[in-house]
């Protein structure tokens, strides 16, 4: 968290580790509304345990006041308020921290349950590297650690949960365990950005 170039760091590293060895792959998932969906029990706890100092401010921002987001249609005229029961607010200025306080524990889970894997987040964004076969064993537990804290990913497309990697030698069967884990394979020739920079 806060470290300057964070993104850039991360695809920078994934490329170098790509290049290096064209058997590996990235996963990239993508949680579905998820600053929104995220469980304020998780992030609770993980401050308790970790942080307990944060604990009054946490509480204050996240349980005792409740988040509103207002929306004004200008085109129908219409004002709608919706009022969160999950999550943290979109653009706030400790959202991001929470977030990620939130899901650590099942980022943590995840990354003792593969220990060949990397796995690099940005918010939302999780990345995964390593072997094709150990990316999407670890994509499948950080799916079910996830649903416990009120998080899934969202849809497959061409950009959200998706494999990339640079070899050419990739199995008929990874690509099937691809497909089945809903995962999209994009061709090397086509490219994936990170965080907003090309890999």
Known sequence: MGTPAGCEIVAHLIRSQLEADPTLVVGKVDCKN?????????????????IPALLP????????SPIQTVYHDKHT???SVYIMRDGVPQGGSMS???FNLGQSRCIRAASCLHPTVSILLISDDT?????????????????????GIGLSLAATTSSKNVL??????YTAAQYRLATDAALHWIP???????????V
């Open 34 to 50: 998820a600053f929104n969906e995220i469980h304020k029990d998780p992030i609770i706890d993980v401050i308790r345990d970790e």
């Open 57 to 64: 401010f946490a509480h204050l921002m996240l349980t005792k």
């Open 77 to 79: 005229k219409v004002t």
């Open 96 to 98: 991001s921290a929470f």
């Open 127 to 147: 990345h995964v590297l390593g072997q094709p076969d150990d990316v999407i064993a670890a994509i499948h537990t950080i799916r079910q650690q996830y649903a």
């Open 164 to 169: 990339f990697g640079l070899g050419q030698n």
């Open 188 to 198: 090397a020739h086509q490219g994936l950005e990170i965080g907003g920079t090309p």
